[in-house]
């Protein structure tokens, strides 16, 4: 009878055992496939998102700087608001060439990508951009198309926080991207498969 009795207990810590490394490598695989899913999910955020509109507003900053280079200042506009007639055409070149067009891209970048934003709402300084862009695109077009002068810039400023809010996040979603792929990397069952036509 002992021999039945070790052969059963024998057969049950096998099952056991077995059953442990089963649940063990499901919940390992469950892991790895929530971390692939959200890797490619900051693949898209970074690529489609907040990749052109952290290279956009760089070189936006860049544009600026050159048409303060132009103007011989650290500003645009004078206290009286007023450009003198050379100054305002080397504006209004600025304005047409790059920032109208920019923002224009920016904002359509925003509006087609809405889904990968960053966080559970939509940022208020991303709100503060739509009013920037559209209070100035507006009134140049009209003083374009029906001559009506306008203070040749927008009634609301810049949204300094917007640009520091969406570069910071640029930055956010890279770090969390190269945690991502250390976590996966770290997994046995990654490491046999990793980037097997993914």
């Keep these: 009878m002992q021999p ?15 059953f442990i490394n089963h649940w063990l490598t499901a919940r ?6 929530r971390l692939e899913a959200l890797l490619r999910f ?12 952290a290279a956009s507003l760089y070189e936006g900053r860049r544009t600026f700087l ?3 280079d132009s103007l011989g200042r650290d500003y645009v506009f ?3 608001g007023k450009l003198p007639e ?15 067009p920019r923002n224009e891209y920016i904002k359509t970048l925003l509006r087609t990508k809405a889904h990968l934003i960053y966080g559970g709402e939509f940022p208020k300084s ?11 695109a507006i009134s ?10 306008y203070d040749w810039h927008s009634k609301i400023n810049w949204p300094d926080d917007f640009e520091k809010q969406a570069i910071e996040t640029f930055q956010t979603l890279k770090r969390h991207h190269a945690d991502l792929i250390g976590a996966l990397t770290a997994t046995p069952s990654f490491r046999r498969t990793a980037f097997r036509g993914r």
């Design 66 to 68: 050159d048409l303060l």
């Design 86 to 100: 050379d100054e305002l055409r080397t504006w209004l070149f600025w304005v047409e060439s790059e920032f109208l």
């Design 28 to 33: 390992r695989d469950e892991r790895r496939r």
């Design 78 to 80: 004078p206290p009286n």
């Design 4 to 18: 039945v009795w070790v052969a059963l207990i024998a057969a049950g810590g096998a099952a056991l055992g077995w």
């Design 126 to 136: 991303y709100v503060k951009f739509f009013d920037h862009c559209s209070s100035w």
């Design 140 to 149: 140049h077009r009209r003083w374009k198309e029906q001559h009506v002068k």
């Design 42 to 53: 900051v693949e898209r955020q970074i690529e489609e998102l907040y990749g052109p509109l």
